[in-house]
């Protein structure tokens, strides 16, 4: 019974591991780009908002001091989860990375395991000749052939 190579599943765990890892960076990327679009529409909204023309009464200047502190915590806010959302993405790339590199080292392993595979068969096929040969030449020697 021939030796199985233990490399193969090994190696295709870690092509999943690596599309898995590969995939979450992928989401993650896209959810940080939302919170950073977010943000900037907030910071343009507010931007928008601060124009003031006329004399205002208290009223007025309570009310647009109210606003400015809503949005300032909608931009705090949106701010922190941009921060989130760019922590993360900076973990799922680590995590995408080392699972390259374990794929890489895997793949690695398995063609070496197979060279020594190939390697013993080229051995054992010449040592089958050797012996072939030396059976040949002692029927030979005998007269058999």
């Known amino acids: 019974m021939t030796k199985r190579n233990p490399f193969n599943v090994l190696v295709r765990m870690r092509a999943i591991e690596e599309k898995q890892a590969r995939a979450s960076l992928a989401t993650t990327r896209q959810a940080h780009e939302r919170a950073r679009r977010k943000l900037e529409q907030l910071k343009e909204q507010q931007l928008e908002e601060q124009s003031v023309e006329s004399i205002l009464g208290a009223s007025q200047l309570r009310s647009l001091q109210l606003r400015g502190l809503g949005s ?41 395991k197979n060279l020594e595979i190939a390697q013993e068969a080229a051995k054992a096929a010449e040592k089958a000749m050797d012996d072939l040969v030396g059976m040949l030449h002692s029927r030979a020697g005998d007269g058999l052939v």
């Not at 959302?85 to 070496?112: P, T, Y």
């Open 72 to 112: 300032h915590e909608l931009l705090v806010a949106a701010a922190q989860v941009v921060q989130q959302s760019e922590r993360a993405m900076h973990a799922r790339s680590e995590a995408w990375r080392r699972s390259a590199a374990d794929l890489d080292a895997a793949e690695r392993l398995d063609e070496k």
